[in-house]
């Protein structure tokens, strides 16, 4: 990978993962209520799954999902049942008080879930090694490459919108403010859900 592409990569990676999905709704929830250190598991869960997702496409397995169409809806149409269900669960939760967060384990489980069944994601890493990776060069000197800058940039992105979650959390929100905001992430969740089903 030339300077030039890498710093093309960087730029397309940079724009991924900063732009609001699922996972920047997960980190903001998680942080507001959990605040900052205990959010940092759901960065832990993206960095996991962005590990695997990375590993994965390397092997071609992104390349066969984007091959066989049937298995890509099926997973399309599982991921969006998964944020549709968690946004109207939150939905339903927001004018209740703020329970106490869920244990460090939980936290991880249910950012792994979201990162996992999440199309953006999938689509990241397809465009990521479709239009970067060249098939002509030796695979392993580009992953060198690859798999530093995108974990580098994917920690810095998701540890910046836990810190906006838990800013949030800090301020004097007021009940109704806080009904708001959780009702309007909730509905964020719902929204790539069901973009997400029509896609």
């Known amino acids: 990978m030339t300077t030039g592409d890498w710093l ?36 832990a869960a993206i960095l996991t799954q962005a590990t695997l997702f990375l590993t994965a496409a390397a092997l071609g397995v992104a390349a066969l999902l984007a091959a066989t169409p049937g298995a890509a809806a099926a997973l399309t149409l599982a991921g969006a049942a998964v944020l549709i269900g968690l946004g109207i669960r939150a939905w339903r939760r927001a004018g209740a008080p703020v329970a106490e967060p869920p244990s460090d384990g939980a ?25 970067f990776v060249r098939a002509d060069l030796p695979l392993a000197p580009q992953m060198v490459a690859i798999y530093p800058t995108a974990l580098t940039l994917t920690a810095l992105a998701y540890t910046g919108w836990c810190a906006l979650g838990a800013a949030l959390g800090r301020g004097a ?17 719902i929204a790539y859900g069901v973009a997400l089903a029509l896609l």
């Open 8 to 43: 093309v990569f960087a730029g397309f990676w940079a724009v991924f993962v900063a732009s609001p999905g699922p996972n920047a709704v997960n980190c903001v929830l998680v942080a507001w209520r959990a605040g900052l250190p205990r959010a940092l598991w759901c960065v």
């Open 107 to 131: 936290i991880y489980l249910r950012a792994l879930a979201i990162a996992t069944f999440n199309a953006k994601s999938l689509a990241g890493y397809l465009a990521a090694f479709t239009q």
């Open 173 to 189: 929100l007021g009940v109704v403010a806080s009904l708001w905001l959780r009702r309007a992430l909730a509905a964020c969740f």
